[in-house]
């Protein structure tokens, strides 16, 4: 009860008599209605965690399915797509559809952009750093970012090797 209510538990007259019986046991509480409070705060820290985890999870899952199997009115150009079909198995493909629609028809698409186009930017390189077949890989831009990301690692060595002494 102390640790859920401090503040009414304080202004009690059994807490005044506590305090000045045993000082020591008002800092203990104190101290452990502190951690229990951090204990809570972490545990929201995590579940928030876990839910931009799941978030992105989903994106992925839904741009893989969109780039390799198409969808309902978006896809790759050498598929059928499923225009009369009302649901779709991913959650997050329906707001990825118009997502990639945007993109493919936003003026300003540079990386710097609009913040629809940034969000695609960024799920697209995070594709790219976790996939493992860039060459056969049906998502947009795949390729192009590993190559980016391997001519950074390959000038970052040459400026390391350079400079050593």
């Known amino acids: 009860m102390v640790v859920k209510d401090l503040k009414s538990v ?6 005044k008599v506590m305090r000045r019986a045993n000082p020591s046991l008002e800092q203990e509480l104190v101290e452990s209605v502190v951690k229990a409070d951090l204990r809570k705060q972490e545990r929201l820290k995590k579940i928030e965690e876990r839910k931009v985890y799941l978030q992105l999870y989903e994106a992925m899952e839904a741009l893989l399915h969109i780039c390799r199997d ?10 059928m797509l499923k225009g009369s079909q009302v649901a779709c198995n991913f959650l997050a493909c329906k ?3 118009s997502l990639v629609r945007h993109f493919s028809k936003c003026k300003s698409r540079v990386p710097g952009g609009c913040i629809h186009c940034k969000r695609m930017w960024k799920l697209l390189e995070l ?39």
């Open 10 to 15: 304080s202004s009690t007259e059994g807490w």
């Open 70 to 79: 198409g969808c309902r009115t978006i896809g790759p150009c050498d598929k």
């Open 95 to 97: 707001g990825l559809e």
């Open 127 to 165: 594709h790219s750093r976790m996939c493992d077949e860039p060459d056969s890989c049906k998502a947009l831009l795949c390729r192009h970012f590993k190559e980016k990301c391997s001519n950074k690692q390959r000038k970052k060595k040459l400026s390391e090797n350079c400079w050593s002494t």
